[in-house]
């Protein structure tokens, strides 16, 4: 019995170290096959919510994007979001994309091999979302090069790019091949600005034009992510861009533990916010099925949660100033990535080890609808807030404590 224990503990354990969950390639995966059909269809009600009272539909997948997934290798699954009917709107159906994935060579190959590797390997990821008839894409954070942020080297600075640049360039082919918007994170070199690096993402219209760009506003000071070394908090404030498909906005990574981040993209009037995140295990992965999700319902939008893939290693090792030993990985990226819709459901979340696009058709409706439902908006006391907000910045503030007069008396 001890050993059965022990064998099966091994093997989680290198399961494990794999990536993948006892195995599994995410929850559902477990869930789906460990469960009766009964309970896990009770379970997912429970985890992922319903949306307008049912469970969440899958969408057949075009066969080509199928032939490219098998032939390259990543996982690509496709859902749908829909909304109520209404008697004065047509509705208003979107198919919205995000891909996941790990680096292709080592990062001691060079700069320019790995960043062209990358570009190699995305491709057919959209390619089978462009077969597929996306509207609307995004990539991970930082997705064209390695996550060299915890090594506090600046070489990695020679990754950045000039928003209208090679990375960007490359999209706004694909992005008129497909008629189809995308969302491109790069880490950002302004070279008019004294050569000032930024975390940006450029939003590419449907017909290939730069729409925009949104700089990270909120930058880690957390375990291995010593993002505050390469660039700077972001300056553009929280814009929306309007585009052929839909209101989106874009809150990279870190900026989704900051409610009035997500709020403040609600106020401009998105209607889906991006996440295009990096971020390992052990540090969050009890928050990314709650942040986004949250975001997603306190203010009526969609939001599309991307993480990287996989683990990455580096030449020289690095401590994380906690009197652990160095080591020369960030750990694993868990992948994960999922949409999460107003009503307070959400898709399955993709692989955590595996490269993939998840799909969604999403009726944007749905955003109004829950608005006027549970009225968040018109509830919200904003000018409690702005006053609260407005004494707390001043020098003088002092925290609005009443203390029970008991506490400080002296006992007889
Ligand atoms: N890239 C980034 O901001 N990561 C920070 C870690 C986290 O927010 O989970």
């Given amino acids: 019995m001890e050993t059965t224990r022990n064998g099966q503990a091994k093997e989680e354990a290198a399961a494990a170290r794999d990536g993948s969950i006892c195995g599994y390639e995410s929850l559902d995966r477990l869930l789906c096959d460990s469960l009766s059909p009964q309970v896990f269809q009770e379970v997912s009600r429970l985890l992922i919510g319903l949306n307008c009272g049912r469970i969440l539909e899958a969408v057949p997948l075009a066969d080509s994007a ?81 996550f060299a942020f915890c090594t506090r080297e600046k070489r990695w600075c020679e990754f950045a790019e000039p928003v209208d640049e090679e990375s960007t360039r490359f999209l706004q082919d694909l992005a008129k091949k497909y008629n189809m918007v995308i969302v491109n994170p790069i880490l950002e070199r302004d070279v008019n600005h004294g050569e000032t690096i930024w975390n940006t993402a450029v939003i590419i219209g449907n017909h290939g034009s730069i729409i925009g760009k949104h700089r990270k506003n909120h930058i880690p000071r957390v375990g291995d992510f010593n993002e505050s070394t390469y660039y700077m908090e972001g300056n553009t404030g929280h814009p929306v861009f309007e585009t052929a498909f839909g209101k989106i906005a874009v809150n990279i990574c870190y900026g989704r533990h900051h409610p009035l981040n997500w709020l403040a ?128 910045l001043k020098p003088d503030f002092e925290p609005q404590v009443i203390s029970d007069p008991l506490l400080h008396k002296k006992s007889s």
């Fill in 66 to 146: 199928k032939a490219l997934s098998s032939e390259c290798n990543f996982d690509v699954q496709a859902f749908r979001f829909t909304a109520d009917k209404e008697l004065l709107r047509e509705p208003r159906v979107v198919r919205v994309g995000i891909i996941q994935n790990s680096i292709v060579l080592p990062t001691t190959a060079s700069f320019v091999d790995q960043k062209r590797a990358i570009h190699q390997k995305v491709k057919p990821m959209i390619d089978a979302a462009g077969a597929s008839g996306v509207n609307i894409l995004c990539l991970q954070e930082a997705w064209m090069m390695p």
């Fill in 265 to 392: 993209f609600g106020l401009n009037g998105a209607e889906i916010v991006f996440n295009p995140s990096a971020t390992v295990g052990e540090l969050s992965e009890p928050m990314w099925p709650i942040e986004a999700r949250n975001a997603a319902i306190a203010n009526s939008y969609f939001v599309g949660s991307i993480n990287r893939v996989g683990t990455e290693t580096f030449p020289n090792p690095f401590t994380s100033g906690d009197g652990k030993p160095q080591h020369i990985d960030f750990g694993h990226f868990y992948g994960s990535s999922h949409f999460s819709a107003p009503d307070a459901s959400c898709t399955p979340s993709l692989s955590r080890h595996r490269d993939g696009l998840l799909i969604s058709d999403m009726d944007l409706n749905l955003c109004r609808q829950l608005k006027d439902k549970w009225g968040f908006r018109m509830t919200s006391r904003y000018n409690l807030y702005a006053d609260l907000l407005a004494q707390y």
